[in-house]
């Protein structure tokens, strides 16, 4: 089953963030499935490696897209970018190093990070972008 199940309610209302959000759900439901069926460490590590690079990809694209419409909210929202790109390490190096192991506790915090962004966090600059043109 997957972890996470793409909702409507999750859409920023812009069709490339969207579409980017989509592709960070269905990476982290891979890692979880790669977890429960207890795939081999260098498959999951692979994936981890994935969701870093595309999530900081992502994340600089937002940034960009904030920045080029001037969005009052960027650095605070940079901010929380780096925490989180940061945090995320932090687990793929504890993972890597053989101090731990992708546990439930690594996915759940994947999930209710992604979520809570999206939902608090990126929300606030759809109505901004929106009323930009930028749909
Ligand atoms: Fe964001
Ligand atoms: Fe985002």
Redesign the pocket.
């Known amino acids: 089953m997957e972890l996470i199940k793409w909702k409507d309610d999750f859409s920023v209302n812009i069709r490339i963030i969207d579409a980017q959000h989509k592709q960070i759900v269905e990476m982290i439901n891979r890692l979880h499935s790669a977890m429960s069926t207890g795939k081999a460490t260098e498959i999951m590590d692979e994936i981890f490696r994935e969701l870093i690079t595309y999530t900081n990809y992502h994340?600089e694209k937002?940034e960009e897209l904030m920045k080029s419409y001037n969005y009052p909210g960027l650095s605070a929202?940079k901010l929380?970018?780096e925490k989180l790109s940061n945090q995320v390490k932090q687990y793929r190096d504890d993972f890597k190093s053989g101090r731990s192991v992708v546990s439930v506790d690594v996915l759940i915090f994947l999930k209710n990070w992604l979520l809570t962004?999206i939902q608090k966090?990126?929300k606030q600059y759809s109505a901004y972008l929106n009323a930009k043109g930028v749909s």
């Open positions: 994340f937002e929202h929380e970018h962004h966090t990126d």
